[in-house]
């Protein structure tokens, strides 16, 4: 349920990877798939797309290509494949991280629901990916089960 983007430092890759499969398996989270995929829109949709429409998932949580640079492809691949954003939460990591580094407002992170799967976009630093995980994991449960049971 893990997407990291090649292309990233490989020492960030694998700790954002590290954090987000400890912090889910605090919440007793089977991972099913982490991938390495190429920094392009259409490999990180196509990736997304297979994942979600699998029924193997309940959700994504990507790390990595959510700035502003012109590698930086992660919502834009997350929004051509979702079906419907989930606004407060991005807004709620980008202001959180806001309150601890400003340069977190420049994060282009969406949420989405694309069938019965949420997808998190996260960013690929290490300690901003560390405390988005302590925002979202008390939510995860929550949120899921809402998509789940529509």
Known sequence: MIIKLKGSDRE????CSDIISKALHRIRVTITHNEDVQAHEAAVANTLALWADSDEVDFIITSGGTGLGPDD???????SVIDRE????AEIMRLDGFKKHHSAILS?????????????????????????MELLLPIIP???????SA
């Open 12 to 15: 960030q890759v694998n700790a």
């Open 142 to 148: 929550h949120a899921v089960d809402e998509v789940q």
């Open 73 to 79: 492809v992660t919502p834009d691949a997350t929004r």
């Open 86 to 89: 989930v606004p407060g939460l």
């Open 108 to 132: 282009r992170a969406v949420v989405g629901i694309r069938g019965r799967c949420m997808i998190f976009n996260l960013p690929g630093n290490p300690g901003a990916v560390e405390e988005y």
